[in-house]
T-cell receptor
Framework: GAVVSQHPSRVICKSGTSVKIECRSL??????MFWYRQFPKQSLMLMAT?????????EQGVEKDKFLINHASLTLSTLTVTSAHPEDSSFYIC????????????FGEGSRLTVL | GQQLNQSPQSMFIQEGEDVSMNCTSS?????WLWYKQDPGEGPVLLIA?????ELTSNGRLTAQFGITRKDSFLNISASIPSDVGIYFC?????????????FGGGTRVLVKP
């Protein structure tokens, strides 16, 4: 399967600072990537669709100014949590569609954000 | 938004037992996927299903795409301790915009004490 890598895997930051999470497709190109947020013991919640070369598409209720997404190349999408607050603490996971069957998503390792 | 009903929410297994979980929806799906997530990790794709009635195996795992296209099940045979984790079903609905998957709530598989 396709390999998706995220960095950092864990990050702790102070309230009010911004944090950038990177998502890379290692052995394939991805014109689209998806960013999810996962709360403890819950399923994955889609935040936004990252589109290479154009603006991201955000799901209802997700603040685009809080969660900045940049998809600058066919192998890299970044999520920046701006002016982070403790309620932004969560597990953020990116994914990308493989080059095979429609619908198959391959996930990164996830990034645990803790805002103090 | 669209929901997939996944059951059971959690289950305890004893080594050697067979395990079964399923997902149902009121909508029709073109693709069913089963993922496993270990603590602190991203989900890993286990099995993908593309045709109604399709039965696919991956080692001790077997999954089926329901004939009605509204359900799928996953079986794990002869469970072992490393089968512990959270299993998610996911589907691509017929009218899914932007190829967005819908996820079930997850089945947490735990080892019997």
């Amino acid at each position: 399967g396709a390999v998706v890598s995220q960095h950092p895997s864990r990050v702790i930051c102070k309230s009010g600072t911004s944090v950038k999470i990177e998502c890379r497709s290692l052995d394939f190109q991805a014109t689209t990537m998806f960013w999810y947020r996962q709360f403890p013991k819950q399923s994955l919640m889609l935040m936004a669709t990252s589109n290479e070369g154009s603006k991201a598409t955000y799901e209802q209720g997700v603040e685009k100014d809080k969660f900045l997404i940049n998809h600058a190349s066919l192998t890299l999408s970044t999520l920046t949590v701006t002016s982070a607050h403790p309620e932004d603490s969560s597990f953020y996971i990116c994914s990308a569609p493989g080059t095979g069957h429609t619908g198959e998503l391959f996930f990164g390792e996830g990034s645990r954000l803790t805002v103090l | 938004g669209q929901q997939l009903n996944q059951s059971p929410q959690s289950m305890f297994i004893q080594e050697g037992e067979d395990v079964s979980m399923n997902c149902t929806s009121s909508s029709i799906f073109n693709t069913w996927l089963w993922y496993k997530q270990d603590p602190g990790e991203g989900p890993v794709l286990l099995i993908a299903l593309y045709k109604a009635g399709e039965l696919t195996s991956n080692g001790r795992l077997t999954a089926q795409f329901g004939i009605t296209r509204k359900d799928s099940f996953l079986n794990i045979s002869a469970s072992i301790p490393s089968d512990v984790g959270i299993y998610f079903c996911a589907g691509l609905a017929v009218k899914a915009a932007g190829n967005k998957l819908t996820f079930g709530g997850g089945t947490r598989v735990l080892v019997k004490p």
